[in-house]
Nanobody, 126 residues
Framework: QVQLVESGGGLVQAGGSLRLSCAAS????????LGWFRQAPGKEREFVAG????????FYRRSVKGRFTVSRDNAKNTVYLQMNSLRPEDTAVYYC???????????????????WGKGTLVTVSS
């Protein structure tokens, strides 16, 4: 079992920044690739960013590339999502999710995932 707890969400004005954190406990964190997903009101959950278990590979959805940065600290069992130049359309509940893999370059970009956090709300005002 892996437990994931997101934090760092909140209300920010357009153009502002937030850093989300996802703290993991349980099984060996470093053997899990991590993904950030989001779900806006009335919409389906979508992929935002992913990172391999080594941290050496990342991938982003096109609308956030250049504005968001995903990173991880395996010593702290934590993955981060730095979000800059936020836009009202980034408003959503953000979830982190973990997917086990033996492939050091694997990046999860879609469901299903092995484990999910409960999410943290990000609201961007115009």
């Amino acid at each position: 079992q892996v437990q994931l707890v997101e934090s760092g969400g909140g209300l920010v004005q357009a153009g502002g920044s937030l850093r989300l954190s996802c703290a993991a406990s349980g099984r060996t964190f470093s053997s899990y690739a991590l993904g950030w997903f989001r779900q806006a009101p009335g919409k389906e959950r979508e992929f935002v960013a992913g990172i391999s278990w080594s941290g050496g590979s990342t991938f982003y959805r096109r609308s956030v590339k250049g504005r968001f940065t995903v990173s991880r600290d395996n010593a702290k069992n934590t993955v981060y999502l730095q979000m800059n130049s936020l836009r009202p359309e980034d408003t959503a509940v953000y979830y982190c999710a973990a997917d086990h893999s033996t492939n050091s370059a694997y990046i999860p970009t879609s469901e299903p995932m092995d484990y999910w956090g409960k999410g943290t709300l990000v609201t961007v005002s115009s």
